[in-house]
């Protein structure tokens, strides 16, 4: 988390286990991840705690609150869904899955349409449901070396919740192919992509950088800044009933499968999933590309628990 001498801490008006939102100065809240030792793994309590928390803020005033920031305590904004959740939830029935998806669906929409500015800060890694949460925000600051993937593919799932929000983002000719193949991109990919609005300067201090980007925003009136983000909203509506419902079922499916088990059991393992091609030979014969001799992984190292959502 950044630290902002410029915006001192207010109040802490909202504290869950796994979720916590600071007041700071000058109408700022901060929306803060916190579970850092499973890299701010989404589980169904934090799905709660996150809506929970936007349904609190959302009811200020605009002298209560001009601006969000969302951001991940530890080394990682977010690594998606808890995976070792999602296999301890496999014997879940069809509505239990068709209701985390929902709820899921609910909070997204919730952040998407949010009164105020919504801004993150990338660090790390946001993969999965964290690359959907950036895909909601108004601005994403990110670490040069932070990377971004809806991973969900490579695990036999689907990136059906957040898929929307992401077409929206980026467009349908640049979302298809991250959604489709899960591949990994870093942070200056995602600038040119439309994902992130800026990066960090080598050697800048993350504090300066946010610091200044918040200064940016608060230049707006409060009311026309909410004016202008329920104009944008028009202009670029959140998804239909139809669409969230289709997409609730679509997730739901994909996590009561089994290709989605084989998948998760092979991300633990280490190994590649049964529907991955074989490995291309490595050594000097072996044809240009990667040459690590790694199984393919959805981004992060395997056995850490979490990926996406």
Do not use: K
């Amino acid at each position: 988390m950044t630290p902002l001498a410029r915006f001192p801490l207010r109040s802490r008006p909202f504290t869950g286990a796994t979720v916590r939102v600071e007041g700071l100065a000058h109408g700022v809240a901060r929306l803060v991840l916190d579970r850092p030792r499973v890299r701010n793994a989404f589980d169904p309590r934090m799905v709660r705690e996150l809506d929970a928390a936007l349904a609190l803020l959302a009811e200020l005033d605009p002298d209560g609150l001009r601006l969000l920031l969302l951001e991940g305590e530890g080394p990682v904004f977010c690594a998606g869904a808890d995976l070792r959740q999602g296999m301890a939830q496999a014997g879940a029935t069809a509505e239990e899955h068709l209701e985390g998806a929902r709820a899921l669906g609910r909070m997204f929409r919730r952040l998407a349409g949010f009164p105020v500015p919504v801004l993150a800060r990338i660090q790390g890694a946001a993969m999965g449901g964290g690359l959907g949460l950036a895909a909601c925000c108004d601005f994403v600051l990110a670490d040069a070396a932070a990377r971004f993937a809806t991973s969900e593919v490579r695990l036999g799932l689907v990136p059906a919740v957040i898929g929307p929000y992401l077409v929206r983002r980026l467009g349908l000719a640049r979302a298809a192919p991250l959604m489709l193949t899960g591949r990994r991109i870093l942070a200056p990919e995602a600038l040119e992509l439309g994902l992130v609005q800026a990066l960090l300067a080598p050697g800048e201090p993350p504090e300066a950088a946010l610091t200044r980007v918040l200064e940016d925003f608060l230049a707006a009136g409060p009311e026309a800044a909410r004016a202008t983000r329920a104009l944008l909203l028009a202009a670029a509506p959140l998804p239909a009933p139809e669409l969230e419902a289709l997409a609730a079922r679509t997730l739901a499916a994909a996590r009561a499968s089994g290709e989605s088990r084989d998948g998760i059991r092979a991300f633990f393992a280490a190994v590649p999933p049964p529907w991955a091609l074989p490995q291309a030979p490595s050594g000097p014969d072996a044809p240009p590309g990667d040459r690590s001799g790694a199984p393919p992984g959805p981004g992060l190292p395997p056995g850490s628990g979490p990926e996406p959502a």
